[in-house]
């Protein structure tokens, strides 16, 4: 039986904005990430990441068109969920749109969202290639 993993909230994640010696966590698809130790590895940059430090960076991470070998690498930073209903000012039941992180990006997981991003990527490997292929 796999190992649980835990939830964490919207503000439990922004502390972890990488600032101050704090760790550098994301949220991508409401799955917690702690990249601190995958900074100096990243090929965008320890600055890319930092971007997205302490909050949602699925439209980050989706608008770049990351390779299949990319998502599996990611699989190895996950720490836990996050909590879309948990109550940090989020009155939108179930979603997470709308959740503002310190770092000024708003959280968005919704359907339409996704398959707007499938379209950003396509487009974007057209123009600049596969991302993280190497």
């Known amino acids: 039986m796999p190992e649980e993993k835990p939830t964490y909230t919207k503000d439990?994640?922004?502390q972890n904005n990488g600032q101050n010696g704090a760790?550098?966590?994301i949220i991508i698809r409401s799955v917690v990430y702690?990249?601190?130790?995958y900074l100096d590895e990243h090929p965008g940059g320890?600055?890319?990441l930092g971007e997205y430090a302490g909050g949602d960076a699925t439209r980050g991470f989706d608008d770049?068109?990351?390779s299949s070998d990319a998502v599996k690498k990611l699989k190895r930073f996950e720490i836990g969920t996050f909590d879309k209903m948990a109550k940090n000012g989020n009155d939108n039941k179930g979603s997470s749109k709308g959740v503002k992180f310190s770092n000024g990006h708003?959280?968005?997981d919704s359907a339409d969202a996704y398959k707007?991003?499938?379209k950003r990527r396509k487009f974007?490997?057209?123009i600049i290639g596969q991302c993280g292929s190497g």
């Open 12 to 14: 439990q994640v922004a």
């Open 124 to 126: 974007l490997r057209l």
């Open 46 to 48: 320890a600055e890319l």
């Open 23 to 25: 760790r550098t966590w």
């Open 34 to 37: 702690d990249v601190t130790d």
């Open 106 to 108: 708003e959280a968005d």
């Open 116 to 118: 707007k991003s499938k």
């Open 64 to 66: 770049f068109g990351h």
